[in-house]
């Protein structure tokens, strides 16, 4: 590599009021974006007060792009405290999936090799020390990720870095205010990478040294770190010299509460006044106690890797069976209580590659026997799938797993479910492998809003595990999408790709999620858009 050149408490209060990595009305849930009682200054300002957030698991490692706790600690914490040359625009169109547009960057160009990228950096921003932001701190942040030779690289960094920089082959700094990357290969979803490229202040890197930054962390985003006990809680405080504006609130607490009924119950007790993904049982009792639900659509899917060079699996009539046994309708109404949908294709409905005549599996038990049978298997077969037992964007996964159980043993595959924590399953799916020895893994994900990381879920030899899969012309599409910067060909591409693997059925596609999360009446101003992450600027919480 070269470069250079709730209700506050009423008699009920007993009752109720008040990160994984990754999310709209007073009487219930709204299917688009707003500010739940936006405006609503009754009793004070409408700016202040204390957001305290209880995630869904641990939250991350404060250090730029290290993270460690999937989208939820980056939406929560990461997001909060830098920003890249990119960022996602969160408050306008919540009926569709944000766009990027300039973060620490006003705007950039890309030469004809569509390989060459030129960045205008935004003038007069500062880092939470004071420190300017300019060419020189984007250069030192990419040395940190990118060269071994830095003094301030490690190898977490690097590694953490591949995912969205591991593609730029040169960096420079052409004047104060511009800077020139160059890509690998034809980059057309460059822009969205950046937004993941979080820049940290080089004073203060210097002055904690690499190892010690996580202690210390510092950017330029709405929000400043004060403290955090490791993984449990993090305090930061409103950024007021944010380039964008001040955020109305005055501080944004983030606590890791893993387990639903805690959650639920710290939200009652007024421990926190918002919480991620609320227990569906759980929904209509706090509504009748004041709190919003929020929800939105949202790139994610929530399914069943499924090993396609072994036993069963093997066969796509075996998988297609399977994709028709199940009863999705039912687990996303009944047992979620309405909180996600139903997936009837590999493409998330929430995604511009989703193709409404593509919904292809039905619940059709009949059709799942007559695949069976098709493929030598009438009398069906054993199988085993490993379960996370909670973690970011996995919903209620065990007791789907179970439901999903039950609706496979109804046309002869028997399941054994066999559970394990979120860290250790993504912890052996990065290497390769798969927790408790499985033949398939039950896991979410969010597709497209990182296009980056499509080709590691569906394309040949990804060194993540997905179940063995690879499509020549899935390959393909992915690679003509990813070198074109014209975002409708990219769409194109990928709506082809999604519906080959839909008749591929390399997985078992259950459910899209709807994002809920349940907030105190006091909080106001939230606006919900079609994404993972959220803009917290315009938050408050009522005193």
């Avoid at 009752?15 to 688009?32: F, H, K």
């Avoid at 511009?178 to 690998?184: D, I, N, P």
Wanted: with cysteine; aromatic share 8%.
């Amino acid at each position: 590599m070269t470069h250079r050149p709730l209700r506050a408490a009423r008699s009920r209060a007993a009752a109720l009021p008040a990160a994984a990595a990754l999310l709209l009305a007073a009487t219930g849930c709204a299917s688009g974006g707003g500010a739940p009682g936006a405006g609503d200054a009754a009793g004070g300002t409408d700016r202040g007060g204390t957001l305290v957030v209880g995630a869904t698991g641990k939250l991350p490692n404060t250090d730029t792009v290290i993270g460690g706790a999937g989208f939820e600690g980056k939406r929560l914490v990461s997001f909060q405290i830098y920003e890249g040359l990119t960022r996602y625009e969160l408050l306008k169109d919540t009926d569709r999936p944000p766009v990027v547009t300039g973060a620490l960057a006003e705007s950039w160009q890309v030469a004809a090799d569509a390989r060459t990228w030129t960045f205008q950096l935004r003038q007069g921003v500062k880092f939470q020390d004071g420190t300017a932001f300019d060419a020189d701190a984007v250069v030192f942040n990419l040395d940190r990720y990118l060269d071994r030779n830095s003094p301030e690289y490690t190898d977490a960094l690097g590694a953490a870095a591949k995912e969205y920089a591991g593609d730029i082959v040169s960096y420079r700094k052409t004047d104060a205010d511009h800077v020139e990357l160059v890509t690998k290969d034809p980059n057309g979803h460059f822009p969205e990478d950046l937004a993941h490229v979080l820049i940290a202040s080089p004073s203060a890197v210097r002055k904690a040294g690499s190892a010690n930054f996580s202690q210390h962390p510092v950017g330029t985003g709405p929000f400043s770190f004060v403290s955090q006990t490791e993984g449990q809680q993090i305090e930061l405080t409103a950024n007021r010299n944010y380039w964008r504006g001040a955020p109305k609130l005055d501080r944004l607490i983030v606590k890791s509460l893993p387990d639903a009924a805690a959650r639920t119950a710290a939200l009652r007790s007024g421990g926190v006044n918002w919480i991620e993904y609320p227990n569906p049982d759980d929904i209509q009792a706090l509504k009748g106690d004041g709190a919003t639900i929020a929800t939105n659509s949202y790139d994610h899917l929530w399914y069943w890797i499924l090993d396609t060079a072994e036993g069963p699996w093997r066969d796509p009539r075996v998988r297609q069976a399977a994709n028709y046994a199940i009863d999705r309708t039912a687990i996303a109404d009944k047992l979620l209580q309405g909180t996600a949908d139903p997936a009837y294709q590999a493409a998330p409905r929430a995604t511009a590659a989703y193709d409404p005549a593509g919904d292809v599996y039905s619940y059709d038990p009949a059709k799942a026997r007559q695949l069976l049978a098709a493929a030598g298997v009438p009398d069906g077969f054993s199988t085993s799938v490993t379960v996370p037992t909670g973690g970011s964007g996995n919903l209620l996964p065990v007791p789907i797993a179970e439901a999903i159980q039950r609706d496979l043993a109804a046309v002869g595959i028997k399941v054994e479910l066999r559970t394990t924590d979120w860290t250790t399953l993504i912890g052996a799916e990065a290497k390769g492998q798969v927790a408790l020895g499985s033949d398939a893994i039950a896991q979410s994900t969010t597709l497209f809003q990182s296009e980056a990381l499509l080709p590691l879920f569906i394309g040949s030899g990804s060194p993540f595990w997905t179940g063995h899969y690879g499509n020549a012309r899935v390959d393909a599409l992915l690679a003509s999408a990813s070198a074109s910067p014209d975002r409708a060909r990219r769409t194109a591409d990928y709506r082809t790709a999604l519906s080959l693997v839909t008749q591929d059925a390399p997985w078992l596609f259950v459910l899209n999620d709807r994002n809920p999360r349940a907030l105190s009446p006091k909080v106001q101003g939230l606006v919900q858009p079609q994404s993972w992450f959220l803009d917290l600027t315009g938050v408050w919480v009522r005193r």
